[in-house]
Structure formats: structure tokens, C-alpha cells
């Protein structure tokens, strides 16, 4: 089963609040990853630390934050969002950046009322 | 750029009949191309992945992909399908380094008994 853990799996926030996601690998990796899957559309690449440095940002509205204080851990705060960023937000890790696979959480589905 | 294109939404297939996954991609690197499964609640799990060396790329659980540079195809297969593939499969490009990976749009494979 994965390594990545997810956490908390299902969010349900105002446009107002702040709220954080959390993710953990236990793999020992160096590279982590958020993604977002909306319904109907493709998966996004939203940031990437390698690491622990930010190596990219899909151009992510700042209303989204990460934060990598180590290898192991990769935050995601979230504030003043929007009912469109509603999705299911996804962390993977890998060796590295680069043609490493990458081991993904299971997710956790984010509705923003 | 690059792009991917998985050209089918939906496939349906009975329990033991051959699958056949359908992707086609652009890139103007040479790319690296990959094959991930999602099963309903879990994250993505990579299945097989094409990254310059043979074009015939055997992968977890019975799938297999040919790299076609000619029809610019990856299109992933199996031999008989088995209940348990039922899942959405997503076709992944980037370039030669792994980086700026591109998700296809997801086709969701059902398995009839």
C-alpha cells in the first residue's frame, strides 16, 4: 500500500476560513508534489519541492501556500478560496525530481461552500 | 509544448476479452511517457513507463505499451482483462528529463463478468 499519507482525506470549508492539508511519505524521498483533479479536466501539476527548495509553480493562484520544512512533509494552507477550488488535492513523492516514479496519496477531496 | 490526448472517455470490455487503451501525444523534446491507474479512493500507481529504450515497455499486472514515434501512440493494453482492472487510466507525457509532466484527460475502463 502507498507510503503517502494524506491527511485530513475529506475537507469541507467556507470561502473565508484557512485551513491547511497535510502530506507525508515515508519513502525517503527528496521530491514531493501537489496536484489537482477537478472533475472533467486533467490532472495539474500545482508545485513541486526538490529538495525542500520550491522548483516549481504551475502559476497557482496565491491563495494557495505549501510549505516543505523537511523532506517528508509537504503542506498545502488554504485561504479565502474559492467554490471552483473545490477538487481532489493530491501529493506524490519521488527519489527525485526528474523520470523517478512517483507514489501518490490517496487524496483528500476539498469542497469549499 | 507538449500534449496528450487519451482518446477514448470510457471503455467497457468483458472479464477475459483483451484491453485497449488508446493515447496519443505531442511533444517537441522527446519525451518520456507513462501509464498511471487510479482506483476509486486511492492515488494514482504507476503502471509502466517508456523513457527512450525499448519501445515495447512491459509493466505491472499484465499491461504492456508500444512507444509508435511514427503515429505518435502509446497506447497501453492487456492481454484479458480481469475484473480487478476496472479503474481510470491516465496517460502521462514529459520531457526527456521528467520534468513538465502532462496528464491526459483519464479513461475510465469497466469490466463486465
Known amino acids: 500500500e502507498t507510503g503517502v499519507t494524506q491527511t485530513p482525506r475529506h475537507l469541507v470549508m467556507g470561502m473565508t476560513n484557512k485551513k491547511s492539508l497535510k502530506c507525508e511519505q515515508h519513502?525517503?524521498?527528496?521530491?514531493m508534489y501537489w496536484y489537482k483533479q477537478s472533475a472533467k479536466k486533467p490532472l495539474e501539476l500545482m508545485f513541486v519541492y526538490n529538495f525542500k527548495e520550491q522548483t516549481e509553480n504551475n502559476s497557482v493562484p496565491s491563495r494557495f501556500s505549501p510549505e516543505c520544512p523537511n523532506s517528508s512533509h509537504l503542506f498545502l494552507h488554504l485561504h479565502t478560496l474559492q467554490p471552483e477550488d473545490s477538487a481532489l488535492y493530491l501529493c506524490?513523492?519521488?527519489?527525485?525530481?526528474?523520470?523517478?516514479?512517483?507514489?501518490f496519496g490517496p487524496g483528500t477531496r476539498l469542497t469549499v461552500t | 509544448a507538449q500534449s496528450v490526448t487519451q482518446l477514448d472517455s470510457h471503455v467497457s470490455v468483458s472479464e477475459g476479452t483483451p484491453v485497449l487503451l488508446r493515447c496519443n501525444y505531442s511533444?517537441?523534446?522527446?519525451?518520456?511517457l507513462f501509464w498511471y491507474v487510479q482506483h476509486p479512493n486511492k492515488g494514482l500507481q504507476l503502471l509502466l513507463k517508456?523513457?527512450?529504450?525499448?519501445?515495447l515497455v512491459k509493466g505491472i499486472n499484465g499491461f504492456e505499451a508500444e512507444f509508435k514515434k511514427s503515429e505518435t501512440s502509446f497506447h497501453l493494453t492487456k492481454p484479458s482483462a480481469h475484473m480487478s482492472d476496472a479503474a481510470e487510466y491516465f496517460c502521462v507525457v514529459s520531457d526527456e528529463y521528467g520534468n513538465k509532466l502532462v496528464f491526459g484527460a483519464g479513461t475510465i475502463l469497466r469490466v463486465k463478468s
Open positions: 506524490a513523492s519521488s527519489q527525485q525530481r526528474g523520470l523517478y516514479e512517483q507514489y
Open positions: 511533444s517537441s523534446y522527446s519525451p518520456s
Open positions: 517508456y523513457t527512450s529504450a525499448a519501445t
Open positions: 519513502l525517503g524521498h527528496n521530491a
